[in-house]
């Protein structure tokens, strides 16, 4: 089976840190995505991935940005921490286009004090 | 403003009866695919539909996609607390992305 880690369930972190959000996956997947999920907004897509080095903005960039370094790993990056990022945070890779279904990681949620 | 809509948004049933989640938009999808998250996951995959009219059951969930392709329906009969969980729709809009309902809350009371 695929599976997609996140490197934290919950963090905790104060107002304008810098913070690195991990997320790994083990299948050799193209395609990587980090959204925000909130009660009654769904999941929001901040940014994806759809090889090494390559980047897209999704819906929701602002505050945010991103590297891929390597395939396996896509990381989310809070330049300057703001409580109203404090979020639920899901990375998630596919195969060969959302058909086949996005595979998730357990999340991290965060909370900015 | 949500591409898709789900309705209801929470759900509280007695285990043994059947309910129905609704998914609709006013955008066509190429597909259209339901997930479940349990508290403290991730969403999974539970299937996707492609054609227009198109019907799958899974157990004793069956999933259909409206003939227009703009809206779906999940209905579980003979619900159990194993169903409890967090139902999102997702439809494709291209280049591999997914745009997410906000989810249906479903509790299952035994």
């Known amino acids: 089976d695929v599976k997609v880690t996140q490197s934290s369930r919950y963090l905790v972190k104060r107002t304008g840190e810098k913070v690195f959000l991990e997320c790994v996956q083990d299948m050799d997947h193209e395609n990587m995505f980090w959204y925000r999920q909130d009660p009654g907004l769904g999941l929001r897509l901040i940014y994806f991935?759809?090889?090494?080095?390559?980047?897209e903005k999704g819906d929701i960039p602002e505050g945010y940005s991103v590297s891929r370094e390597k395939k396996e790993r896509f990381s989310l990056i809070l330049e300057s921490a703001s409580t109203n990022q404090t979020s639920m945070y899901l990375c998630?890779?596919?195969?060969?286009?959302?058909?086949?279904?996005?595979?998730f990681g357990s999340g991290t949620r965060l909370t900015v004090v | 403003t949500q591409l898709l809509e789900q309705s209801p948004q929470f759900l509280s049933i007695q285990e043994g009866e059947n309910l129905t989640v609704y998914c609709n938009s006013s955008s066509v999808f190429s597909s259209l695919q339901w997930y479940r998250q349990e508290p403290g996951e991730g969403p999974v995959l539970l299937v996707t539909?492609?054609?227009?009219?198109e019907v799958k059951k899974l157990k004793r969930l069956t999933f259909q996609f409206g003939d227009a392709r703009k809206d779906s329906s999940l209905h579980i009969t003979a619900a159990q607390p194993g169903d409890t969980g967090l139902y999102l729709c997702?439809?494709?809009?291209?280049?591999?992305?997914?745009?997410f309902g906000a989810g249906t809350t479903v509790t299952v009371r035994a």
């Open positions: 539909v492609v054609t227009g009219g």
């Open positions: 991935s759809y090889d090494v080095k390559m980047k």
């Open positions: 997702a439809g494709e809009v291209g280049d591999y992305k997914l745009s």
């Open positions: 998630a890779s596919t195969l060969d286009g959302s058909f086949y279904g996005y595979t």
